[in-house]
Structure formats: C-alpha cells, structure tokens
C-alpha cells in the first residue's frame, strides 16, 4: 500500500533540512530520503556566514535580504530546538598585504556598511600582522554538525535511510511514485547527485573541492574569526577551522599533502601560538557557473523541483531559497529571478 505525501525530499544536507524544517512548521506532508553514504558539501563547509567577499571585500550578492532572514531562521530553530546552535562572530581581518589594506581602506568610505575599523592591538600576542587590521561585522558562525544531527532527530518520522535511484521513479499524472511512497512533488537537494540526475543534469554545475583542517590551538580566543591570506574559524574546545580552498580542478575527492602543506606554512607565517592538527576534512560542492543557486520547478515535469548549487554561501542561500521555494509552490510566489531556473528553460527542455 502506497503512502500519499505532498512532498517527497532528496538529500538531507543544509538545504534538505531546511525544506523539512519548514513543512514541519506548516504542518504539510513529506517524506525525506537519504543516502548515508553520498558525501555532503556541509562535511568540509566552515559555517561562516560573512557579508563580505573577495579580494576587493565587496558586499555578497543580495546579503541585505539574505543576512537577516538568515539569523531569524537560525535562531528560530534555536529557540524551537533548545539547543545553540549560532553565535556572533566578527573576523578580525589580519591584512595579509599592502595591497589588501588598502582595498579594505577604501572599501571603509564606499558602500560597505559591514566594514569597521577596529584596533585588534591584542591580536599582536597571537598573530603576526605587520599591515595591520580590521574587523568585518554581522558575520556569524553555525555549528553546521549540531544543525543537520537535530534536524534528522526533529524529522526522524519523516526520514528515509536509502540510495534514491532516480530511474525507480515514475513520473504519474499528479506526481511521482518512488517504492511505496507516492508525493505530489518531489524536490532534489541531494547536492552533487544531481549532476547525474537526466531531468537536471544539464544544468551548469561546476563541481569545486574543498579541504580544511582541524586544529587545536589552546589560548587563541574562540570570540573571533580571524582571517587573512587562510580563515580560522572557532569550532569548540580549543578546536578551529582552518582553510578553505576551492579547486576547480581535481582528479579525486581526497585529502591532499599539498593542501594540508601549505596550510600548514600559512599557519606557521601568521600564528604565534602552538597548535596540533587534529584532522583534514574533504567535501565536493555543487557549484555552478554563475555562481548562484538552483532553485524552481522542471519546465517540463511541474511535479519535479530542484534546490541546490549554494556553493560556498550555502549557510545564508539555503533557508532563504528553501522557503521561497515553497512559498513558489504553495502560493505562487515568485522565484528570484536569478536562482530561478527558468533562466535555463532552453536547455532543460530538450
């Protein structure tokens, strides 16, 4: 006998938990099914969510919308769950060079509300800064294993361990049947799986590797991120993230010496403090070309969605773009234009 949802889910990582999440909050069906054994981008993914970005530290794409809606949906959750899970985090940027200080200088008097300058004399005790400092506000940090461990436990009655092979699906005339299970929609967040999924696969993604170590340094302040040419990032107990890096070109999905080396080097030039590296973490992320997420409704198949290719933004894209998702289905709202994925109708339709 068939069990009837209104939405069946693929893939539990940041953005599959966020469309549960809010199902859950309104009270409408769903089953979620996943693969313990796919790899997930959020295993390697710092859970920094920073206004800022680049070389030239402009502004991320659309942050004044995502940022707040971002901090309400993670302290809803919080609050919900009991269980803490963001705290504010400022990075205290230590100018890797001239040539950033300056950018930093300028951005201070040019449109970038999030910039501040800040006397980190203290860090002198702990960093090497010879080109000086400054600090970037409104920036957060996720406790992103916390997250995804209470999620499945908040929707255990809905979860499905299991692969999900797309060819046992079958496309019916209000939905989709997959085994016993017979949803009205059925949205894929399974992260790089989608790349070889034949209704999406001929999207835009451009797959990127991403490392990071773990580190022990005992007496470095977890109040901050602290970033300069490498990002360290408070974990807990004396633990930090360190890295990231983004390689788009890659032969295997794992840990390399020469990342792991030229942290290691990285450390060494900026950090006074003693330090153990405890691990080496290893994650595929599904980016894209355009650098923006994946999100609506297949132009051919209605019942079939699609939320994913957040890349290395994923903590501040996946709540907001989950629910308008929903909304886009529920109520007709509409999708941002530039993660809609109407804007690739010509493809997906052939």
Known sequence: MQEKVKYLIVGQGLTGTWLSYFLLKQGITFKIVNDANTGSATSVASGVINPVTGRRIVQTWMIDTLLPFAIAAYKAFQQDENIPIIKDAPIALIHPSLQMKESFDYRLTHDNIYLKENDHSSLAQYFNAPFGNGEIEQCYWIDLMQFLKIGRQKISAHFIEDYFDVAAMTITEHGVAWKNISAE???????????????????????????????????????????????????????????????????????????????????????????????????????????????????????????????????????????????????????????????FTSILST
């Open 185 to 343: 929609k059925i949205i894929f967040c399974d992260g790089l799986n989608t790349m070889n999924n034949p209704y999406f696969k001929s999207l835009p993604f451009v797959p990127n590797k991403g490392e990071a170590l773990i580190v022990k340094i005992k007496g470095l302040a977890p109040t901050n991120i602290y970033k300069t040419n490498i990002t360290i990032v408070p974990w807990k107990d004396d633990l930090f993230w360190v890295g990231s890096s983004y390689e788009w070109s890659f032969s295997d999905a794992l840990p390399s010496q020469g990342f792991k080396d030229k942290m290691i080097a990285a450390l060494n030039a900026v950090l006074k403090l003693p330090y153990e590296v405890i691990d080496h973490l290893v994650g595929i992320r599904p980016a894209n070309t355009e650098r923006r997420p994946f999100v609506g409704l297949h132009p051919n198949y209605p019942q079939m969605g699609i939320c994913n290719g957040m890349g290395t933004k994923g903590c501040s894209l996946a709540p907001y773009f989950a629910k308008q998702l929903l909304d886009h289905i529920e109520n007709g709202t509409k999708i941002e234009p530039e993660a809609d994925i109407k804007r």
